[in-house]
């Protein structure tokens, strides 16, 4: 009997790599593997006082062989030959410099400890300025207002921002880049062989939620508006691209050199990419009207609807609204939070700041033996943090904070905005601030639905998928109460990578559509969180004063 096809599905987050080998008859997972960038780890190239976050491209390639290896090793014998297509997601807008082979600059000698000319990972903020100025050029230059499609708010965590950025802050970098590439477009470039910038094929995702490129438009922002924004973008636009493809089509094959190294055959399709969360929905198995929440490091919320349903329907304040950017055929819709689990994470940190630089300078104890305590405590703040606080009673009363750690996302993105925290008292303890910080990612949340419904899109259900929502319950439920809505939880432990998979599945000719794949490669729900009746008015009363908070803090502390 013939042997079912497989395919792979690489998917890239902000601290590691991993990669899947999945069945497509029936969604299995056949091996995986999971690596954490080097480079990034002992946080090199980052300066995270000033929102400076670069990655070397050399983590991303040393990520994709190891796992895609490592994953085959784990698979049953003969699957490497059953491999028929790869394709990859990413974090975005993750752009990088690239010379006119597409090689980026950091892979270059002379570039290669310069951080601006690495990829500018998603949460680097060190464009709001330039953010700014394309907000205003928008509104003021008197032609087409190209933020009308990505929610009428330019972000500093996009394309064009940050690629200003660099051009103004690195005269080096400038002279030598030839144009940029997305990583969601670079990496399946790499696989296939041929990274031209002039001939890849661009990601749909990516062009249209983060780029500004839209059909009507007839593909990217025009020259004149990109030289009245800044003269140093003159050209530039010619060496980007003007056709973009969604994520269920082919971007060439596997190229010799990656199949020796991945002991593939070249006969194995490599699809184009997209951004991790779109991917993410296709493996949540998204459907029209039903909010996918991807909740990691940072939260995106992906919609799909019919497009003749929403017609010409701009929607304010959200990340983009495009064409077959998560399904082809359908609109899709990005919104999110800047910090999500880093909320959590940065709580964790600073709580355990004592025990990583104090507890060596106890006599007795040891580095080594200090660094055991600290790691061993790392995985258990969090968790513990989380029971106790479940068991503390929703006052109406309580510490109110804001989730702004990393700016503001939606709705009306704003990377200046910071967070804050009220209602401190001698009494606030741990496990309070705690619920207090979870409350505040879960107002953000309702923030992004309220935005949607007001703009008449309606939600009709909740699919959450990541690590969060499979491991903790007490955030979940809080989500519930807040949203006063079900919240099912994608059993998939690798959402991310098994939409890559199915895309990977559809580009790669398995099947015709994204819906086939989802129905044959679907993994299901684990659990479904219920709002509680009795929570649910009194998180309303606390909602507003965080709304209220918010809008204080806005007026009163943004420059």
């Known amino acids: ?284 198995e998204i459907e029209p009207y039903v909010l996918t929440k991807i909740m990691g490091t940072s939260t995106c919320d992906m919609l799909i609807a019919p497009t003749e349903e929403i017609g010409d329907k701009l929607i304010a304040g959200i990340c983009g609204q495009v064409d077959g950017s998560i399904v082809n055929g359908m609109l899709g819709m990005e919104a999110g939070q800047s910090s999500f689990g880093d909320v959590y994470a940065w709580y964790r940190n600073m709580l355990l700041w004592p025990v990583r630089k104090l507890l060596g300078s106890v006599e007795g104890i040891d580095t080594a033996t200090r660094e055991k305590v600290a790691e061993g405590l790392s995985g258990k703040v969090l968790p513990e943090l989380s029971k106790a606080a479940q068991q503390i009673p929703i006052d109406e009363s309580a510490t109110v904070a804001l989730d702004w750690l990393n700016g503001r996302r939606t709705p009306y993105a704003d990377q200046r905005l910071q967070a804050a925290i009220a209602g401190l008292g001698l009494g606030t303890d741990a496990p309070r601030m705690f619920k207090a910080l979870v409350e505040a990612t879960a107002f953000g949340a309702k923030k992004i639905v309220d935005r949607f419904v007001e703009e008449g899109i309606p939600i009709k259900a909740v699919i959450a998928l990541g690590g969060v929502a499979k491991k903790d319950p007490f955030v979940m439920q809080v989500h519930a109460d807040v949203l006063n809505m079900p919240i099912r939880v994608a059993r998939s432990e690798q959402t991310c990578a098994l939409g890559a998979a199915m895309c990977a599945a559809v580009a790669s000719g398995i099947f015709t559509t994204m819906n086939a794949a989802q129905k044959s490669m679907g993994n299901g729900f684990e659990g479904e969180y219920q709002p509680k009746p009795e929570n649910v008015e009194k998180y309303r009363v606390l909602y507003e004063q965080y709304s209220k908070l918010g809008g204080f803090v806005e007026k009163e502390f943004t420059a």
């Open 1 to 284: 009997m013939e042997q079912p096809t497989c395919v792979i599905g690489v998917d890239y987050g902000s601290d590691s790599v991993r990669s899947i080998v999945v069945d497509t008859s029936n969604g299995k997972e056949l091996g995986s593997a999971v690596h954490y960038y080097a480079r990034w780890k002992e946080g090199k190239y980052c300066e995270p006082v000033m929102n400076q976050f670069r990655q070397h491209p050399l983590d991303y390639i040393e990520g994709l062989e190891t796992t895609i290896k490592q994953a085959l090793a784990q698979a049953p014998a003969g699957t490497a030959a059953r491999v028929k297509g790869i394709s990859v997601d990413t974090t975005g807008s993750t752009p990088v410099a690239v010379d006119k082979n597409g090689t980026p600059l950091a892979l270059l000698p002379e570039f290669a400890e310069n951080p601006n000319a690495m990829f500018v990972l998603w949460k680097d903020h060190t464009a709001v300025r330039e953010a700014g100025e394309i907000n205003d050029c928008a509104r003021t230059w008197g032609g087409e207002d190209f933020t009308k499609y990505v929610g009428g708010v330019y972000s500093s965590e996009w394309f064009w921002a940050k690629i200003l950025h660099v051009l103004r802050a690195d005269e080096k970098v400038r002279a030598a880049a030839f144009s940029w590439v997305e990583h969601c477009d670079w990496i399946p470039a790499l696989l296939a062989g041929d990274t031209d910038p002039l001939t890849i094929k661009r990601s749909r995702c990516a062009a249209g939620h983060k780029a500004m490129w839209h059909a009507a438009f007839g593909g990217l922002p025009s020259e004149e508006f990109l030289v009245k924004l800044d003269p140093l973008l003159k050209g530039l636009r010619d060496q980007l691209y003007k056709d973009t493809f969604t994520a269920d089509i082919a971007c060439g094959a596997l190229c010799k050199e990656w199949a020796d190294r991945l002991g593939l055959s070249t006969e194995v399709v490599i699809g184009v990419g997209s951004f991790d969360a779109h991917m993410g929905a296709v493996g949540g």
